[in-house]
């Protein structure tokens, strides 16, 4: 039963551009990751890092417009942005950007860890974090899937968690990076893929990720905009399934109406030629990669990423 499931959900990643399958998770799974999340959430809610700027930029103004129209940032986060972009800017030699931010490379630039006006938030880096989200990035079915588009030597982008918050507008449209900063005709062949293990149950009320079925063929880019699209469909499933869908397939977060968070733990893969979007080696203590499994290593970019030549 599961090798046919596969079958069906690859087919559906390629011609759809997302599938969905449930009841993955038992009821354990889920306590455990829930437990796990909400601890860090709460931690990280209480104490944002906020570095002290060693300097000011010299585009601050710029990088305050961006983000004021870009994402729904309240402006404490938004200083927050601006002192670690000072921060990491000052640990690689003080080297600006040649290009307006709108064109920046996502993976090299801070990004809202507070949005929706603080209702709602990510956790980065999950897997120096949280020890029950390991077991999720090397998942057999996931695995299965991944490498069936990627190929086996496939890396680990970002593993990350989100919580949508109660009475929030949702996302607006896009395709993952890189292929935000690639010209339009996109590649014809999927780079990344994206998948959210579903930690409550996703419906068309709380926040549920919003996908344009087929978009991925279209080789464009969707507008970067709010609300709905003619052609939408919405991803909803019980708690404990997982929603897999390639980074090209126009998608979104949708309105959370409802009286509680929606949350979900992202694990974001690319090919091995490709830039993580994290650099987990820095993010993860030694003595805890060490235990991992030699498949987990090489995902977070154990013998995976350039070496020193010389």
């Given at each position: 039963?599961?090798?046919?499931?596969?079958?069906?959900?690859?087919k559906?990643?390629?011609?759809?551009?997302?599938?969905?399958?449930?009841?993955?998770?038992?009821?354990?799974?889920?306590?455990?990751?829930?437990?796990?999340?909400?601890?860090?959430?709460?931690?990280?809610?209480?104490?944002?890092?906020?570095?002290?700027?060693?300097?000011?930029?010299?585009?601050?103004?710029?990088?305050?417009?961006?983000?004021?129209?870009?994402?729904?940032?309240?402006?404490?986060?938004?200083d927050?942005?601006?002192?670690?972009?000072?921060?990491?800017?000052?640990?690689?030699?003080?080297?600006?950007?040649p290009?307006?931010?709108?064109?920046?490379?996502?993976?090299?630039?801070?990004?809202?860890t507070?949005?929706?006006?603080?209702?709602?938030?990510?956790?980065?880096?999950?897997?120096?974090?949280?020890?029950?989200?390991?077991?999720?990035?090397?998942?057999?079915?996931?695995?299965?899937?991944v490498?069936?588009?990627l190929?086996?030597?496939?890396?680990?982008?970002?593993?990350?968690?989100?919580?949508?918050?109660?009475?929030?507008?949702?996302?607006?449209?896009?395709?993952?990076?890189?292929?935000?900063q690639?010209?339009?005709?996109?590649?014809?062949?999927?780079?990344?893929?994206?998948?959210?293990?579903?930690?409550?149950?996703?419906?068309?009320?709380?926040?549920a990720?919003?996908?344009?079925?087929?978009?991925?063929?279209?080789?464009?880019?969707?507008?970067?905009?709010?609300?709905?699209?003619?052609?939408?469909?919405i991803?909803?499933?019980?708690?404990?399934?997982?929603?897999?869908?390639?980074?090209?397939?126009?998608?979104?977060?949708?309105?959370?109406?409802?009286?509680?968070?929606?949350?979900?733990?992202?694990?974001?893969?690319?090919?091995?030629?490709?830039?993580?979007?994290?650099?987990?080696?820095?993010?993860?203590?030694?003595?805890?990669?060490?235990?991992?499994?030699?498949?987990?290593?090489?995902?977070?970019?154990?013998?995976?990423?350039?070496?020193?030549?010389?």
């Open positions: 039963m599961l090798a046919e499931q596969i079958q069906v959900a690859h559906e990643l390629l011609q759809q551009g997302y599938t969905i399958i449930e009841n993955v998770l038992d009821t354990g799974q889920l306590s455990a990751l829930r437990s796990e999340i909400d601890t860090i959430l709460a931690q990280e809610r209480k104490s944002p890092w906020d570095p002290t700027p060693t300097h000011t930029l010299a585009n601050e103004n710029e990088l305050r417009d961006f983000f004021s129209s870009s994402y729904s940032a309240s402006p404490q986060e938004i927050r942005l601006i002192h670690r972009i000072s921060h990491t800017q000052s640990e690689q030699l003080d080297t600006e950007w290009v307006p931010v709108a064109a920046y490379n996502k993976n090299f630039l801070h990004l809202p507070l949005f929706d006006d603080d209702r709602s938030q990510r956790i980065w880096n999950l897997i120096g974090k949280s020890e029950h989200s390991r077991a999720l990035v090397e998942h057999p079915l996931v695995m299965e899937l490498t069936g588009i190929g086996p030597d496939c890396v680990l982008h970002d593993c990350s968690a989100t919580s949508i918050g109660s009475q929030t507008a949702g996302g607006a449209w896009h395709v993952d990076a890189p292929l935000g690639l010209p339009e005709p996109l590649p014809d062949f999927p780079l990344t893929t994206q998948n959210a293990w579903l930690l409550d149950d996703f419906t068309s009320q709380n926040g990720t919003r996908v344009v079925p087929g978009s991925h063929l279209t080789r464009l880019k969707p507008q970067w905009r709010e609300g709905d699209m003619e052609e939408e469909i991803l909803t499933a019980p708690a404990g399934s997982l929603a897999l869908w390639l980074s090209n397939t126009w998608h979104r977060s949708g309105p959370n109406t409802t009286a509680n968070p929606r949350r979900a733990i992202l694990c974001y893969y690319g090919r091995s030629w490709t830039k993580p979007f994290n650099d987990f080696r820095g993010g993860t203590a030694p003595e805890i990669a060490a235990s991992f499994s030699n498949r987990l290593k090489y995902l977070i970019g154990y013998s995976s990423n350039p070496i020193v030549r010389g």
